[in-house]
C-alpha cells in the first residue's frame, strides 16, 4: 500500500480513531480540530478527554488552522458532527488550499436540519470542484475500534474505483472494509439508524423487553428501507453493514449516546432535559425531524419516526405511542418495500 497525505476535518471521537487507523497503516494525516483546547490537547497529551482510552499516534499531526491541513493533501476525511459540515466545508473552501478533484471520505452520519440533505450533498454543493465522494459507514463505536477490537465497515460510492481506493487505505487485520456502489443506500442507513436508536432508548426507559426492542429494530429496518428505495437506494443494502449491522450495534450498545438520549426520555425526561445531561451529540434527534419531512414529502409509510417525532418534538407521552404503533391497521410484513 502506497501512503497517503490524508487530511482528517474533525478531531472528535470518531475522526481522532480513524485517524490512528490511518497512522498505524503509515500514511501521513494531520487532523484539523475545531475546538482549540482539544486540540491543543490531542497535540500534547496525545488524547481526548472524551475517549481516554485512545493513543494518539506521535506520527498525526494536529492544526486548528484549516488552510493547514488541506494543503498539499488531496484525500479528505471528513467527520465533524453532521450539522457542522455544512460550515466546515464553506471555511474549508474559503482557505484556498482545498484542491479542485480532492477525494473526500464522508464518515458523519446524520441528515442537515432544515435542507434534509445528506452530508455527501452537502459536500458537493458546497464545493463543486470535488473529486469523488465515499461514504465510510458501518457498526463502529469508537470506544471499541479505539482499543483495537474488530470491526467492518463499508467503503461505498459510485466510483468503484474510488471506494476501492479508500477501502486499501484503511483495511488491516483488524479494519475490515467491503465496498459498494450504492452510496446513497449506506449513507442514508448510517443517519436513520440513530433514530431507532433514540426509540430503542425509550422502550428500555419503559422497560419493555427484548422482544418488543427486537420488534422496534427490525420494523425500523423495514420503514428505512422503504424511504431508501423511495429515495432511490436499494434494498440489499439496509440489510448490510451499514444498515442492519449499524441498527443492532446502536440499538443494542452501551456506548451508544442516541440509545442513551432515548432512555432518559421512555423514563420520563422532556426532550430539553435529556439533551442537557447528554455531553456528546445525539444525531437521532435532528435526523428524525427530517426523516419525517422526507417521508411525508414522498408519501412513505414510517410509522416509528411519526411516533418519535411525536415523543421528541410534540411532547406525546411514550406509552401512548407504543400503544398507538401496536394498534394500526394490520398488513403484510413486506409491504411497501422493494424486493
Ligand atoms: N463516535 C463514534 O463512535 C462514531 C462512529 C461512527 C460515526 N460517527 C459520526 O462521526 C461524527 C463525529 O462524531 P464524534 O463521535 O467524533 O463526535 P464527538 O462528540 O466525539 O466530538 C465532536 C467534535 O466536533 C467538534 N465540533 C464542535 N463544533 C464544531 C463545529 N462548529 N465545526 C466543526 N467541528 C465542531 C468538537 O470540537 C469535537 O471535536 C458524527 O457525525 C457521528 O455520527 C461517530
Redesign the pocket.
Known sequence: MTPERIAVL??????ATLAAQLALNKHDVMIW???PK?AERLSTDRSLA??PELKIPESIQITNTLADALKGRRLVLS????Q?VR??FQAAVKTGTFEPGSLVIS????LEDGTFATMSQIIRETFPAVGDIVILSGP????EVATRKPVALVSASSSQKAAERVQDVFVSDLFRVYTSDDALGVELG?SLKNIYAVACGVVDGLDLGDNTKAALLTRGLAEMTRLGNAMGAKTPTFYGLSGLGDLIVTCGSR?SRNRLLGEKVGSGKTLAQALGEMT??A?GVVTCRAAQQLAQDRGVNMPIVNEMYQILFAGKPARDSIKDLMTRQTRAEMEGIVV
Do not use: C
Not at 467527520?79 to 453532521?82: E, G, K, Y
Not at 464518515?107 to 446524520?110: L, P, Q
Not at 463502529?140 to 470506544?143: G, P
Open positions: 474533525g478531531g472528535g471521537s470518531w475522526g480540530e475545531f475546538d482539544v472524551t475517549l467527520v465533524t458532527p453532521s457542522t460550515a466546515t464518515a458523519s452520519k446524520g463502529s463505536h469508537a470506544e448510517g456506548h456528546m451529540v444525531e
